[in-house]
């Protein structure tokens, strides 16, 4: 089995254009990937190598993770656990959680992406 990472972003308008396109060809790209704990490794390791902080209303609108096999779009409050999670690894601790992430108004850290 070939190892899951990700290959790019892309934001909400695009995968409204894959929905439509979804319609018309058949094919697996165009379809919203397994958030399994393969692709969630994928995406904590993506985040950890290039450094990117980014809140949950901003990975709906315009930091979307892009994989061979589609993409995957949490909810604001999934994102932020997920950011928490990736901060907590990198300062080695456990004192974040998804409110410190889930919206960038109200997230402490400088997003970066």
Known sequence: MKPVRVTGWIDYETVERFAQAEQIIQSPIYHEAPYDQAH???????????????CGDTHQTSCIPWFEDGYVLLSMRAWGELMA?????????????????????????????
């Open 85 to 113: 999670e990736v901060v907590n690894i990198i300062r080695r601790t456990n004192k974040y959680t998804y409110m410190d992430f889930y919206m960038a108004s109200t997230c402490r850290f400088k997003e970066e992406w």
């Open 40 to 54: 969630k490794d994928a995406i904590i390791k993506e985040l950890i190598d290039k450094g990117y902080v980014i």
